[in-house]
């Protein structure tokens, strides 16, 4: 069974994942003021007893929100993709 967006993005809406996005957010954007970008391997080290897919749909409603946008391409690991502010943040 692979990671699948439209199928992880449903859990984002409970309590527990609200909660797991505000994470995400909060730290992605306090990695980026720092550094510039984040990398997904840092921002998967959130919130470290939710599923791994997860953080990863959190990561891509966030980039669909416009909150974050991706700036590799589609052909890198899952965890070395890097992101920067998007364009609502």
Known sequence: ????YHKQRPKLFTESGQ???LKMRDRAFALIDSAGAVSSGKLLLVASMADTWDKLACMDYMVERGDLREVTGSDVAGQCRVFVRGRSS
């Open 1 to 4: 069974m692979s990671y699948e």
């Open 19 to 21: 909660d797991m996005l």
